[in-house]
T-cell receptor
Framework: EVQLVESGGGLVQPGGSLRLSCDAS????????MSWVRQTPGKGLEWVSY????????HYADFVKGRFTVSRDNAKNSLYLQMNSLGAEDTAMYYC??????????????WGQGTLITVSS | IQLTQSPSSLSASVGDRVTITCRAS??????LAWYQQKPGKAPNLLIY???TLQSGVPSRFSGSGSGTDFTLTISSLQSDDFATYYC??????????FGQGTKVEIK
């Protein structure tokens, strides 16, 4: 059974940092690209970042570029998101999602349960 | 690329046929997915490539469309289907964009 379990969320002050983790099981992690997606009541679902299976390609949404860094450790079956210079606008539920390639594009076929980030003083 | 879902919410009864539309501001080919999300849970992939049913998803769900206009249809609404539905275009992924969601409520 495919499982993705996020951790690392919590309350952080503006300007602070957090590192999210996503532990994968039930599939060959090293064969799949992965993404981070966040969700807020106001803006809905937003794609945050993408990393290819071998880490040779990484992409970021404009609103996190230069502040967030995605990485992975295929030996540990883990995905990470280092989040720096956090602001109130980063308050959201953060999901990791497996990206499977079908018919010419990537689709998010499995999602973790999410980890909540609250940026507040 | 902007995605506009309609309606934003709807009320329906068990057994009803429900149709949700998703319109893209420019063509996205068939690179469109539909997700179902229940309160407190992560989105769940229902349909990808506009019309392909994800494994394990009941056949009462179907998707159609290409280019700018897409439809998610639930042929006979079940109690387990009351949720929020999102479309997601991946023509220009990354980044891709999500629709704002359609909440399906019990009438």
């Amino acid at each position: 059974e495919v499982q993705l379990v996020e951790s690392g969320g919590g309350l952080v002050q503006p300007g602070g940092s957090l590192r999210l983790s996503c532990d994968a099981s039930g599939f060959t992690f090293s064969s799949y690209s992965m993404s981070w997606v966040r969700q807020t009541p106001g803006k809905g679902l937003e794609w945050v970042s993408y990393i290819s299976s071998s880490s040779d390609a990484r992409h970021y949404a404009d609103f996190v570029k230069g502040r967030f860094t995605v990485s992975r450790d295929n030996a540990k079956n883990s995905l990470y998101l280092q989040m720096n210079s956090l602001g109130a606008e980063d308050t959201a539920m953060y999901y990791c999602a497996r990206s499977s390639f079908y018919f010419g594009s990537y689709y998010f076929d499995y999602w973790g349960q999410g980890t909540l980030i609250t940026v507040s003083s | 690329i902007q995605l506009t879902q309609s309606p934003s919410s709807l009320s329906a009864s068990v057994g009803d046929r429900v149709t949700i539309t998703c319109r893209a501001s420019q063509g996205v080919g068939s690179y469109l997915a539909w997700y179902q999300q229940k309160p407190g849970k992560a989105p769940n992939l229902l349909i990808y490539a506009a019309s392909t049913l994800q494994s394990g998803v009941p056949s009462r769900f179907s998707g159609s469309g290409s280019g700018t206009d897409f439809t998610l249809t639930i042929s006979s609404l079940q109690s387990d289907d009351f949720a929020t539905y999102y479309c997601h275009q991946l023509n220009n992924y990354p980044p891709g964009t999500f629709g704002q969601g359609t909440k399906v409520e019990i009438k």
